[in-house]
């Protein structure tokens, strides 16, 4: 994907600042929330954590941020143990949960001061990074205002400016731009990718596989409490994701039958029509040597085309064919996801 | 990390957290002017409605109740930090704290501490309405002032236990609830509103154990003249006994929260 926001797969460069965990369970009552959860992230990277609500995402992020007690099972981040070493593993991450976790009646910059102190950082070094961060997340404006008056994308960007108050190498991020417009997903979206290229890992959970798609290097799909499948993005959808299909649009709908017709050789089973759209989609079996084949067969029977693409399997079908449901539940904040050129 | 180095790191955050709930009082002053107001409205009720159906042996309601009152405010005061401990758990920023490399005790001190501040506020307010209203000093300022140290030191050890209440419940309404449950029998079996020669005797041997009433006859005795001596020491075993059991009560189940 050429507007891909990732940087690097791995570096050798980057500090120790994995994370793994290693059969990891944890049950709440008669729900098996998580069901021996195996990862590695290796430093400087960004990992996504696919699945939708209720999957055991968060129940996961709490676990290695050293909110909750595993079960059995033990995860290392940083090689600190989480239940061992709480203490240390708090030293080198940041938290941004699920929901903004900002003071609304002190303002921007006593929110971020105030973690500043409470890392230890002393009054000065906490007051100067607390004017870095805002004037980085364009929040100076804002600084003296309390956070009562802030917007929601707002308190997202003020919520990651308290995350990386002590420049943690480690960030967990649990489902960071839910709920926001897209233009505040993707400013988001760029400052998480920023933190990765300064060699920091990122562990995120995402319901938005466009997400996981634009950020991660490494996804795992989560269904209850299961990671079924992990891996690039490319393999995800190289295994699972079906074929690329080559999806031609025509100019008079009233022509699809025609069209339809004069492809069926080359789709045969495979080949579906849209009537309403004008659109046939066929599986493209020879890559790009499919598509001039295509061009001359309907020129033959003189239908003009609008447009003509090759279309890569999306993370949507590859979600679908493993989970056998799609990710998301509302569609609503999904815009775009269909990467059509 | 040494020792000392902790130890100054965990006052360093005791200060932040204290600073958070106080300013919580400045930037939300309706709830420490509704709070005072409900104070001035009791005292004035107990005053005027009861005051002259209670012999109080010769002396005037408002000297015998003036310093049970200023123990009262402490005493119900405890409840709001189970409300505001509650409604901090019940919200997003708990995380936060609990991800920090900060002290765990800090964030449950940092309330106690900002409650003591709050008694001491509404203290100093009863004493004006109630000098207003014809209560007099007869020992002297000294005494009133180590009687006012004591109460905040008792208003203190049961925040202790208001802290336990509010993370054991960890939801507003039934903090509010369980705060009254406690607190309203140690406030009135006890010799806080009347002698409590008057109550049946079974109920006598209550309102001689419950801590508020020696508390409330230091109070007395500092503001009006009299023996302190066997109350003082029973109050001071009280403040021991309840930190003693609540605190680590109250760090225990902080810590156990992500179990």
């Known amino acids: ?341 | 990390m040494s020792v000392s180095s902790n130890i100054s790191n965990a006052m360093s955050d005791i200060g932040v957290m204290t600073r958070r709930n106080m300013r919580r009082y400045i930037r939300l002053p309706q709830l420490l002017v509704f709070n005072a107001l409900l104070n001035v409205v009791l005292l004035l009720l107990f005053n005027y409605v009861f005051g002259g159906a209670i012999r109080t042996g010769g002396i005037a309601y408002i000297q015998y109740f003036l310093p049970g009152f200023m123990v009262q405010t402490v005493v119900f005061g405890s409840t709001q930090t189970s409300v505001g401990l509650a409604e901090d758990l019940s919200k997003g920023m708990i995380d936060r704290f609990r991800s920090l490399p900060m002290s765990r005790t800090a964030f449950l001190a940092g309330r106690v501490v900002a409650d003591a501040t709050r008694y001491a506020i509404l203290i100093a307010l009863m004493i004006a309405v109630g000098s207003v209203m014809g209560f007099r000093f007869e020992n002297g300022v000294l005494p009133v002032l180590a009687g006012v140290a004591l109460i905040i030191l008792f208003g203190i050890a049961l925040t202790w236990v208001g802290v336990f209440i509010g993370i054991s419940v960890r939801d507003v309404e039934t903090a509010q609830v369980a705060g009254f449950v406690w607190v309203f029998p140690l406030v009135f079996a006890s010799s806080l509103y009347v002698p409590i020669e008057t109550m049946p005797s079974w109920l006598q041997v209550f309102a001689q154990i419950n801590p508020v009433t020696p508390m409330v006859d230091t109070m007395r005795a500092l503001a009006l003249g009299g023996s302190v001596s066997a109350s003082l020491w029973k109050t001071l075993v009280w403040d021991g006994v309840i930190i003693l059991v609540f605190l680590p009560l109250a760090l225990r189940r902080y810590r156990l929260m992500g179990q």
């Open chain 1, 1 to 341: 994907m050429e507007n891909s926001l990732k940087t690097r797969q791995s570096s050798a460069v980057c500090a120790d600042a994995s994370i793994s965990a290693e059969g990891i369970n944890k049950r709440f009552g008669k729900v098996q929330a998580l069901d021996n959860i195996n990862l590695i992230v290796d430093p400087g990277t960004v990992f996504a954590l696919l699945g939708p609500n209720g999957s055991g995402k968060t129940t996961l992020v709490r676990i290695l941020t050293t909110l909750l007690r595993p079960d059995s099972g033990t995860a290392h981040i940083a090689s600190y143990d989480v239940v061992h070493e709480a203490q240390l593993v708090r030293s080198v991450i940041g938290l941004a949960g699920q929901y903004p976790a900002v003071e609304e009646i002190l303002t921007g910059k006593e929110n971020l001061e105030m973690i500043g102190q409470l890392y230890h950082l002393g009054k000065e070094k906490a007051k100067a990074r607390a004017v870095e961060l805002l004037e980085n997340f364009e929040l100076s404006d804002a600084a003296n205002r309390k956070v009562k008056t802030y917007s929601g994308g707002m308190r997202r960007r003020l919520d990651l400016a308290a995350t990386l108050v002590a420049s943690p190498s480690i960030l967990f991020l649990d489902e960071p731009t839910t709920g926001l417009d897209p233009r505040s997903r993707l400013g988001l979206w760029e400052v998480i990718a920023a933190q990765a290229q300064d060699c920091n890992t990122v562990f995120l959970t995402t319901q938005y596989l466009e997400e996981a798609d634009r950020l991660a290097n490494k996804i795992a799909i989560i269904d209850k409490g299961k990671i079924l499948r992990e891996g690039t993005n490319q393999e995800l959808k190289d295994c699972c994701g079906g074929d690329t299909l080559v999806t031609v649009i025509i100019a008079d709908r009233s022509e699809i039958l025609k069209a339809n017709n004069a492809l069926k050789e080359l789709g045969g089973e495979k080949l579906h029509s849209y009537p309403d759209i004008g659109e046939i989609t066929l599986p493209a079996a020879g890559g790009t040597s499919l598509l001039p084949e295509v061009v001359r067969r309907l020129d033959a029977e003189r239908i003009v085309i609008t447009e003509l693409a090759l279309k890569p399997p999306t993370l949507d079908d590859v979600f679908l064919a493993i989970t056998g449901h799609p990710a998301e539940e509302t569609t609503e904040l999904k815009e775009g996801s269909s990467n059509t050129p």
